[in-house]
Nanobody
Framework: VQLQASGGGLVQAGGSLRLSCAAS????????MGWYRQAPGKQRESVAA???????TYAGTVKGRFTISRDNHENTVYLQMTSLKPEDTAVYYC????????????WGQGTLVTVSS
């Protein structure tokens, strides 16, 4: 199983970035997909998730600014981030969780997002 995250980078506050996570080795349609982030010195936290059926949920800190989506034909999940703030600076990780088999949980390698003030 591989989850290849990309799209991170340096952006000014107020700017936008789109992260992508391409999955291989799983039956993508059967997995909920999520984005997590970990800032320096902090615990990893959930940012957004989208169910196999396409239902999205968001952390309160990003609601209204971030949008998660998935393309089941491309086996890819996206995170569109707008109105970025310095506190959004973190390594962003992609996660896949099988809808019914809880042991099938996989992580990508992370992509760094840095928001300058």
């Amino acid at each position: 199983v591989q989850l290849q995250a990309s799209g991170g980078g340096l952006v000014q506050a107020g700017g936008s970035l789109r992260l992508s996570c391409a999955a291989s080795g799983i039956t993508f349609d059967n997995y909920a997909m999520g984005w997590y982030r970990q800032a320096p010195g902090k615990q990893r936290e959930s940012v957004a998730a989208i169910s196999a059926g396409g239902m999205a949920t968001y952390a309160g800190t990003v609601k209204g600014r971030f949008t998660i989506s998935r393309d089941n034909h491309e086996n890819t999940v996206y995170l569109q981030m707008t109105s970025l703030k310095p506190e959004d600076t973190a390594v962003y990780y992609c996660n896949s969780q099988h809808s019914t088999l809880w042991s099938k949980n996989y992580w990508g390698q992370g992509t760094l997002v840095t928001v300058s003030s």
